[in-house]
């Protein structure tokens, strides 16, 4: 797939395990950016307060960007956010947030075992995850004359285009949110159908 469509969690869901009779509970979730992923994991503190760590990880974005983080939340180095966060690189998934909560059950499991339990629940989790599939988008503004429009709203509907909205002035002013895979395509139809009588900006929303 590429990296202008890519898989996300379809829904939230949650999971336990028990080792040696530390409970870890495992949550996922579909955050859209750092903020959301965030958002998610203070929630989940709020909920578990009595939790011996809140360990997370995530990635904000396609499964190819570099917005992602990780923490062990008072485990070992190493030993909790690194496996979780491998785990979710393996999947192939983007905009995704997993946090374990963690209830110690009075056994220590050593680093290995720490790190096998971490990646044990971040897979438990992620197995038989429904899933969906997000488009990436760019949103242009198009600016052209009234004799155009039929051309412009001919062209749109040969490509991946959502959120179309047209104001009428002296001239006709469209916005609409295209697939970006299909962003230079669409600006080249556009631009040689209508003699280069089109003004088309890249959206800084």
């Not at 690189?89 to 499991?109: E, N, P, W």
Request: charged letters at 20%.
């Amino acid at each position: 797939m590429s990296s202008t469509s890519y898989p996300v969690p379809a829904l939230s869901r949650q999971i336990e395990l028990e080792v040696k009779r530390s409970k870890f509970i495992t949550f996922v979730a579909n955050t859209a950016n750092r903020d959301e992923a965030e958002a998610f994991i203070r929630s989940l503190r709020i909920l578990h307060p009595q939790a011996s760590h809140v360990c997370w990880a995530y990635i904000a974005g396609g499964p190819d960007t570099t917005v992602r983080s990780m923490s062990d939340d008072g485990e070992p180095s190493g030993t909790a956010g690194m496996p979780m966060l491998k785990v979710l690189q393996h999947s192939g998934l983007g905009d995704i947030v997993v946090a374990v909560v963690r209830y110690f059950g009075g056994t220590k499991l050593g680093t290995g075992g720490l790190q096998r339990a971490y990646s044990d629940a971040v897979a438990a989790v992620l197995k038989d995850l429904p899933l969906s599939v997000k488009v990436s988008r760019t949103k242009l503004n198009m600016v052209y004359d009234y004799p155009y429009e039929g051309t412009v709203a001919r062209i749109l509907a040969r490509f991946d285009v959502a959120e179309t909205h047209s104001d009428y002035g002296q001239q006709i002013a469209t916005q609409v949110a295209v697939a970006s895979a299909e962003l230079q395509v669409l600006r080249t139809e556009l631009v040689n159908n209508t003699a280069g009588q089109i003004d088309i900006q890249v959206a800084n929303d």
